[in-house]
């Protein structure tokens, strides 16, 4: 499916700006399953000193400054992408315990760089309460994938999705504790309780077609990833209880939402601001 | 041999009393009670001084540390746990032959380490080649994600480096802890080797102390030629995190040896990717960074941004390769012990040696085998975060309770990456000295080392810090103490030569804003705190009923000034005298003992303290005990017998006025006539005529028209009643009062002196303006000094027919406003930058 994505964030301060550093992780990624051909983003006002580069992830961020005083500052990024179906073939049936020492060891070169995403991050530290929400999903020697689908199938049911209700500033303890939150505290909570068990997991920054009747359309949305030895990174929405394929596209992915946080700055001056944030998605026919 | 003590005719060694304790190396002393050998010489010197000489050189010590102002902040708090450097006067000595062993070894660690971070932040040959666990670096959250791909460029992103050294009982040294963000210490060891000296100064040089200033020059040049662009004068600055930081007195003090502008966060700014300090003159690049703050900080865009103590935009400049940063952002990944257990092996790899200096036996739980081994040995083992955190602390399970033990384990067996078990070191003692003598207690030496050109240069002597009573751990943090460390030199030896230096232009008004801006608030701040103080003093008597001077304090008179100065509604003058007395009873006491009333003393005295803590640096430890004797002035309770509230108030408040006197005789005296005084001066010119603007308002313009009694408590307030008298044998007029609080240049309270000296620091300021034409600043100056130049007291106290006296209530609102004008504009054109940062992030 070949979609014309386009995000706009709008900023309105209510005291001018003297002058702002950024970054940016609006450039959607390529790889196996989804290629990119063409982006472009605009901002005002004037930005000075644009730049791109790969982070550690291997995400674009481009980052650049103004200098001129402002009260509004918009970003909108638009991009051609072409995602194809996931690929559900035969999934290895590997127990969830062989997983966690493939991954504890390092066997091959695969699992030694999914091991990275095994440890606590800043805003998913793993905890005994985590791995205790983990555990009914994960039965002793049940086969791997099928735990991951029963742990997000489970983060969908038992938690509420009530938007504004959280900030991303609430600790991950919090959001198990009310069992409430939007699609990063979805992925959150299902990235720590993985994590809790030892298990790799990442955060994946993106967007949903519009028009689905999905929770997080119109808006950023963010999903799990999760490393099964033998098929590598298996995607997962535990916000709509999906298994992402055409209908999502993917920006980035890390740890968490810290490492691909679509628009982040830092300000002189500006006292308290209103955000707005669109996002479109349409199916184009090529 | 017969004699078993110092072989020394009237040696009073004995009155030391040391004695080591058995089953520890003593630095000092041979098993048999006997100096180890390189320990004679100064056994012999303390022998002759013997224990009374000893603490009066030791007194003497006491007071360089205070009057240098040496201290540490423990747990960083502002409000006074600010503690003198605790130092011990005996050194620790170590034989040249040793400490050539010793200087190798570093060398040889800081190598290794250079060559471990370049490849941890760019191929990681190390972690894909299995040599190194990924989870020491993986799990590591001192491992700074976006500084990978940084070090690539350079060569040696260990610029600076310490180790933590002990010494077991078969005398052997280990390394307890390599430190590779922002190593401190070596401050403190300069400090330590000047008093050391002072109060040692026959043996120190008899025993030909190897110096501690080549490393000194050494590393400066260092910084010098770490500039990325070759530029003829290259600028260096010391970033710090503030006056909050335990290390602060370190940061001013090596800025001031190196002769390097000391800068926070908000003192730079990144524009067109290069960094810039921003000065009283404008922006001016900088081109190195010697940064005192940890990895996290130092950019909030891209490491922590829950910090705004850095500088934004400063990974990408870094990126550019337009400015370097001692220590390479990121380095802090090396600090974790758990390195410790491979690095035997990493050394062999990387350098093709055996690791010289061994580490002591350390075991990094997040492998199964050491892990095993640990947990079958916790009591012989000291349990330690394997990644520092703030707040973390080595733990011994031999002294924990069975339950604690247990959710140790536990802990330990959810994370066990997190966590490392190393040996407990028998570290050696040395003599300190107490009130009874000298005792023994455990020492640690820390080492440190910095990249000079290919090579480490290694500096000869250290940080020694000694436990405070027999206790394992050794920690500044914990009230540890330090001492200086000696090495002595060969007997062959030619002594060290200064090298050349690399010279930097100086001269240049390099004043950081923040700190003209600081300056002139507590300019401002002073002013007010002593301008309240007179006001108070000059209406108590008022509510005593005694009339001590003529019939300027009577009631009424106090009452409708504090109206017209807006300190009581304007309705009280006309309240029955009973209640005109109960509210200006309320006031004055107020004014004194509530520090929570705006515009009260004890809230100006806070605001000016809070300016003069951001100044540290720039104060001398005097004018900060000046500030520190107001504040517990200022901070008695109020004594509830009325009667003797009255009296305690005008002794408290003539006290507070002395003290006052000193804090402006010793800014007098003390500080350089460049751009900070000037600032501070203008802060303090500013207040003051804006308070006698308004005094004139309200004791000419508003009093009742031919009242003696207001004139005579104006001059009072302003402190002028002698002058008026010395010069004018007469009756109180008002055009004579006017023309010496608003004209006479020579009355320093006048507001014409105030103006006078305003103009000309606003013209010595950098200039901004086109050449040859007046900026806005010096324009506000010129036209409030010509408006009071002009007057002619005589008109203006003239009334008219409503009895007003219009042209001097207008020269008064004009020269309100040009002052309030001529503080937005200097602001604007010197100051303006300092706007607070935010981090804003959106989906």
Redesign the interface.
Known sequence: MVYRASHT?R?IYEESV??S???LRLTPRGFGQQSVREVHIEVTPEP??W?T?K???GNEVT?F?I?EPHDRFTVTASSVVEVLPANMGVLPTLRWEEARDILAE?ID?PA?EA??FI??S?FVA?S?EL?AYAKPSFAEGRPLVEALEDLSHRVYKEFRYAPKSTS?DMPLGEVLKNRKGVCQDFSHVMIGALRSLRLAARYVSGYLRSGAKYQGAE??HAWVAAFVPGAGWLHFDPTNDIIPSEGHVTLGWGRDY??V??????????GS?L?E?AVRVEPITS | MKKSKPAVGRSRWDEFRYAPIPGHWDEALLPSGFPRRHWRGLAVALGRMGIRQFSRSWNLGQQLIQANGVTYNVGGDPAGKERPWPMDPIPFVIPNEEWSGIERAVKQRAELLNLMLGDLYSEQRL??E?RLP??LV??N?HFQ??C?GLTLGSSSPLQTYAVDLARSPDGRWWALGDRTQAPSGIGYALENRLVSARILPNVFNQCRVRALTRFFDAKRNALLAMAPTRRDSPRVVLLTPGPHNETYFEHSFLAGHWGFPLVEGADL?????RVYLKTLSGLEPVDVILRRMDDAFCD???LR?DS?LGV??LM?SV?NGSVAVDNAIGSGVLETPGLMAFLPGLCRDLLGEELLLPSVATWWCGQPEPMRYVLAHMDELVIKPAFRKYGLHPEFPARMSKAAKAELVRRMQ??P?LYVAQELVNMSTVPVRTDQGLAARHAGLRVFAACDGGDYTVLPGGLTRVAGEMSPVVSMQLGAGSKDTWVFEEESESPELPRPTINVRAGRSSLPSRVADNLFWLGRYAERVDSGVRLVRSLLPALSGEEDFGRAASLETVVRLLAGLRYLPENVPDLPLGQQRFHLQKLLSELVYNPTRMSGIGWNLKQMRRSAWNLKERLSADTWRVLQQLESDLSRPAPGNPDQRLTAQITLLDGVIVTLAAFGGLVMENMTRGHGFRFLDIGRRLERALQMADLLRAGIVEAPTGNDSALQLLLHVADSSITYRSRHLTMLRSDLVLDLLLCDETNPRSLGMQLSTLREHVDGLPEHAEAGRHSLEQRLALKALTSVRLAEVDVLTRRDKEGKLSPLSDLLAGLRTDLFDLSQALTAQYLS?L?????????
């Not at chain 1, 946080?261 to 002189?268: A, M």
């Not at chain 2, 700014?269 to 990717?273: A, H, N």
Request: hydrophobic share 30%; glycine share 8%; no cysteine.
């Open positions: 964030t900023h003297a002058q550093v950024n970054e000075a000193l730049r580069r982070d550690w992830f980052t400054s200098f390092g070169d030694l091991s990275e440890y606590s800043p793993t005994p791995a991303i808006a950023s810290g490492d946080t679509p628009v982040k700055g830092v300000t002189l001056g500006g601001q955000v944030v | 972690v894909r299995r990924a989870a993986y799990a959250p994600r976006s990978y700014t990144v524009r067109d990717s909030p865009l891209e941004g705004l934004p935009g990408q990126r959810s994370q990456e930058h706007q607070t940062a935010r981090l804003r992030s959106s989906d």
